[in-house]
């Protein structure tokens, strides 16, 4: 029984079929989550505990009800030092299941990356500080360890005169950081400066191996060898000769030769280093995040019309897609097509499609960067009056853009599409039949002015999951003042979403219920908005 009801269970009632219950003098039942971790960090670890780990949501209750219950158990202190690590971010949200955004060690491994690269990330920031998880950064990170090896694989046995003075200093600079609530980027900064001094060859191996011992990033770790074609080899000795001879603008286009094919080329004292080029180098030139694109929305308009298409799945759909806008783009418009992180070969055919499409632009996301923000991707970059986002389920039969170009010149009307919907109470909605005022324009097509992105911003992020991300969108512009119109007899055709159907029906609804919450948070009490309210 408690005393308050605010009080923590210590042993909780099993209810009918549970597997994991024993008997108690309080009836069949099983110990609370507080005391089952003071339990075994009694048995395993004693009374007194040096370090004890866990995120900052453990704080309260979890970690709080634990010393209670230990210490008045054992009458005295439960753990000498508490370390609570912040959350880690995922593109600037933190990483649930629900958000779509969980990557695993595994997923690292098959982009090509080490393990202990994500290691080496991690030390870039304090354990208490939020670290933001982007395949970008875990590039730089790569990057950054394998120079920290390479900068250590290149130490000869020149040294300085106070050599063994200078390693002690780093040594004792090293250790004050790590002991200083364990400053793993202030430690990590000491090693590139051990890596780069002039001190021994010798001295500098044992001296960031005592370094490793905390780091755990193998830096004295023999370099893997990689099998190289004799080929190559034999290119890379005529390009050290001519480096030698200082025939340079000779030597130069052999190392471009040899990246393109596939190899990274690198000078260092002990001469040319060549190795495979890492598969992780192959999402280099993809996309992280939608800041990775200028904004062009502040200025002028070049052009009359862009359109945007973004995909994450389903190749043939994209093209067809694509190429019935290409069919019906009027003179002064343009296609900006965003790869959305694909699942599946896709690449080779929207970069042939940029290729050869009058007035087409690629981009490739690195991975699924969310529905929202791969279309802001397409809207940064929008040089059109009128911004059209189109998705691909969506195949045009004559020429739609014109019309809703020319509706959008009634500065009165903010947002307009083919398909839209109304609402009586911001809970449900219906399908609008006919042309006219709607309360949101849905996302199959949505057509909007420059300077309504201006005013009304750029796409919630947070929405990463597509659906309800038209309704925010509508509202954020109808909040400006802007009507919400649809056009019912655009030459349009609407096929089967790969999105919806891609996704198990489980995790499709939680996912729509989720962003339906969201949308509620923001525009639930606003039924101002309303049409039907008016």
Sequence with gaps: MKRDQ????????????????????WGKGFPGWHIECSAMAAAFLGREIDFHTGGVDNIFPHHEDEIAQSEAAFAQRHVRYWMHGQHLLV????????????YTLSDIE????????????????????????????????QRGLDRLRGALSESDRRTSRNGKAEAERLRAAFWQAAADDLNLPRATAVAW??????????LKQELIADFDRLLGLQLTAPATETEVPESVRERVAERQTLRRRKRYREADPIRAELIEAGYEVRDTRAGTQVRP???WRRHEAGLSSSEDVESLIAREPELEISVGIVARRGCPQLMRCLESVRRFLPERAEIIVVDNGFDDDCRSEIDEFGSKAPRARAFHADHFLGTAAGRNVSLRQARGRVLVLIDTSVEMTGDALTPLARTLDDHTIGIAGRWGVTTGDLRSFEEAIESGNVDAVEGYIM????????????LDEKYRFYRHLDLDFSFAVR????????????????????????TPPQERDALSKRNFYRFLRKWGKRSDLVLAGR
Excluded at 6 to 25: H, I, M, V
Excluded at 91 to 102: C, E, F, P, R, Y
Aim: charged share 25%; with cysteine.
């Design 91 to 102: 593109d600037g949200l933190k990483m649930a299941k629900s958000t779509g955004n969980v």
């Design 6 to 25: 605010r009080d923590f269970a210590l042993w909780k009632a099993a209810e009918t079929g549970r597997t994991l219950a024993w008997p108690s003098p």
């Design 193 to 202: 400066r051990a890596a780069l001094c002039d001190i021994s060859g010798e």
């Design 447 to 458: 057509a909007f002015r420059r300077d309504v992105v201006r005013e009304a911003g750029l």
């Design 277 to 279: 080029q890492p598969a």
């Design 479 to 502: 909040n400006r003042g802007y009507r919400a119109v649809i056009d019912t007899n655009l030459p349009l055709i609407k096929h089967e979403h790969v999105d919806w159907n891609a």
């Design 110 to 141: 098959r982009r090509g990356f080490e393990p202990l690269a994500f290691r080496y990330l991690c030390a870039q920031a304090h354990y208490r500080a939020r670290l933001n998880f982007t395949w970008s950064a875990l590039r730089s990170a």
